[in-house]
């Protein structure tokens, strides 16, 4: 059964500042892991996938890294906003072919201090 | 707005009442998956949609759960005799049918069982 850990389960930074977010998984036959973000009380957003056969995606100040081997992910957030304070989430897809299920992490609760 | 929208947002009910839940994905999305999460938790996956055909359900969606798809377009989630246990957000994402496709949420129900 595949288990996805995301430590710490909370964390708070001075603005400015680069962070990096971590994701274990326990099964890495992954089709591909997804990062989230959500809001209090809101849905997820997504906001970088990265395939089994990547190492990593970059969206604007987000960098996603995956080790599949080790079954690692990280998520680098550079140069802080305290728009960024969220609940960070991954999620990943096991390689199976047909599962379109997700197993998701319990999530980095991120707090950036102004 | 052309995302995935959920209604109601909130619903309060007395245990033992049936609720049922609507969720309208975006519109050239064939995928579509509920997944609920409770507080502190990340969602865990419920049930998803190829188009109207209901492919994966997992063992959470007890028998007095049940969800649709007619005409693959929107979808309906009714739970049955409602319990306290049913307490959650219930969440509704849709995607591109190629895998590597990401999902895409809604904001949520957020279901109160008194």
């Known amino acids: 059964k595949q288990e996805v850990t995301q430590i710490p389960a909370a964390l708070s930074v001075p603005e400015g500042e680069n962070l990096v977010l971590n994701c274990s998984f326990t099964?890495?036959?992954?089709?591909?892991l997804q990062w989230f973000r959500q809001d209090p009380g809101k849905g997820l957003t997504s906001l970088l996938l990265i395939q089994s056969s990547q190492r990593e995606q970059t969206s604007g100040r987000l960098n996603a890294s995956l080790d599949k081997s080790s079954g690692r992910s990280t998520l680098y957030i550079a140069a802080s906003q305290p728009g960024d304070s969220a609940t960070y989430l991954c999620?990943?897809?096991?390689?199976?072919?047909?599962?379109?299920?997700?197993?998701f992490g319990t999530g980095t609760r991120l707090t950036i201090i102004p | 707005d052309t995302g995935v929208s959920q209604n109601p947002r909130h619903k309060i009910t007395k245990r033992g009442q049936n609720v049922t839940f609507r969720c309208d994905p975006i519109?050239?999305?064939?995928?579509l998956y509920w997944y609920r999460q409770t507080l502190g938790q990340g969602p865990e996956f419920l049930t998803y949609f190829q188009n109207e055909a209901q492919l994966e359900k997992s063992r959470l969606l007890s028998d007095r759960f049940s969800a649709e798809r007619p005409k693959g377009s929107f979808s309906t989630l009714e739970i049955q005799r409602t319990e306290q246990g049913d307490s959650a957000m219930y969440l509704c994402a849709s995607s591109l049918e190629q895998g590597a496709s990401p999902l895409h949420f809604g904001n949520g129900t957020r279901l109160t069982v008194t």
């Open positions: 999620a990943v897809r096991r390689a199976d072919f047909g599962n379109e299920k997700l197993t």
């Open positions: 099964d890495s036959a992954i089709y591909n």
């Open positions: 519109s050239e999305h064939n995928r």
